[in-house]
T-cell receptor, first 115, second 108 residues
């Protein structure tokens, strides 16, 4: 069964450094998303992406964040200058949009630890 | 945005049906109800969704009341691996807004 994959599974970085989290969505899906979950808190929406542009973003997704689909398979989230409060699990998701199907399938997540 | 209300926790005996309630009294006519679950810190897992009709798949059944103000997720034969946080979500646009969900513990 096709699934969303994410790399790395765990990333440790120092405050102020740039990080890129990578995702490979399900191959025929057209809609892509990033969510995050701070330890012990709710899953929070960050951004949705369709047709090579951001379609929706939350207040969390400020200028420090960016997304890109650099090729036909990868979808990345970049955090330009990490802060301690960026430490969280980051989940990528995708949905097909085919025939009105928008259920999102999530990857296993990347645990980002900012020190 | 439509909000959902779920009990914070519930226990279920292994092999029995688990019935998870959700209230969404402010849901609009074209908004879907989605159910996801999250096992420990894994990525949320899609279970099922519906608009107004009852739905069933290999994982669960979804019963939506006629007025659409509430729904029930049914896990027909709960197993220990069904222990998870279950989220009832009314999708607004493309994003999913997760609440606190219901912590379901399946006991032997």
């Amino acid at each position: 069964e096709p699934e969303v994959t994410q790399t790395p599974s765990h990333q440790v970085t120092q405050m102020g450094q740039e990080v890129i989290l990578r995702c490979v969505p399900i191959s025929n899906h057209l809609y892509f998303y990033w969510y995050r979950q701070i330890l012990g808190q709710k899953v929070e929406f960050l951004v949705s992406f369709y047709n090579n542009e951001i379609s929706e973003k939350s207040e969390i997704f400020d200028d420090q964040f960016s997304v890109e689909r650099p090729d036909g398979s990868n979808f990345t989230l970049k955090i330009r200058s990490t802060k301690l409060e960026d430490s969280a699990m980051y989940f990528c998701a995708s949905s097909s949009g085919d025939r009105g199907r928008y259920e999102q399938y999530f990857g296993p997540g990347t645990r980002l630890t900012v020190t | 945005d439509a909000k959902t209300t779920q009990p914070p926790s519930m226990d279920c005996a292994e092999g029995r049906a688990a019935n998870l309630p959700c209230n969404h009294s402010t849901i609009s006519g074209n908004e879907y109800v989605y159910w996801y679950r999250q096992i420990h810190s894994q990525g949320p897992q899609y279970i099922i969704h519906g608009l107004k009709n009852n739905e069933t798949n290999e994982m669960a059944s979804l019963i939506i009341t006629e007025d659409r103000k509430s729904s029930t997720l049914i896990l027909p034969h709960a197993t220990l691996r069904d222990t998870a946080v279950y989220y009832c979500i009314v999708r607004v646009g493309r994003k999913l807004q997760f609440g606190a969900g219901t912590q379901v513990v399946v006991t032997p």
